[in-house]
Nanobody
Framework: VQLVESGGGLVQAGGSLKLSCAAS????????MGWFRQAPGKQREVVAQ????????NYADSVKGRFTISRDNAKNTMYLQMDSLKPEDTAMYHC???????????WGQGTQVTVSS
């Protein structure tokens, strides 16, 4: 399985971006998918996750009410709609896929999001 992110860019505070994570391989629908971010000099942190099956979600407190994670298993793609962006959202955003069996733990290369004040 390979993951490829897209949709990052430069946006003014208060603006919106939509990230996409395209996955190869048929295991996508089984995997718990997530978005993580890492700002310079900081540790990587989870932004949002979405499970397989019913697609239950969870979010970091810092993005609740502003970001929405979703997935389209038919297209092997996960999304992150980011609204009301803040300068502190600036980071490299990575998508991640994991599954217990068959085992899976894969990271994408990342897409840069920069929010100007």
């Amino acid at each position: 399985v390979q993951l490829v992110e897209s949709g990052g860019g430069l946006v003014q505070a208060g603006g919106s971006l939509k990230l996409s994570c395209a996955a190869s391989g048929s295991i996508f629908s089984l995997a718990t998918m997530g978005w993580f971010r890492q700002a310079p000099g900081k540790q990587r942190e989870v932004v949002a996750q979405i499970r397989n099956g019913g697609g239950g979600t969870n979010y970091a407190d810092s993005v609740k009410g502003r970001f929405t994670i979703s997935r389209d298993n038919a297209k092997n793609t996960m999304y992150l709609q980011m609204d009301s962006l803040k300068p502190e959202d600036t980071a490299m955003y990575h998508c991640h896929a994991r599954n217990v069996y068959p085992p899976l733990n894969v990271w994408g290369q990342g897409t840069q999001v920069t929010v100007s004040s």
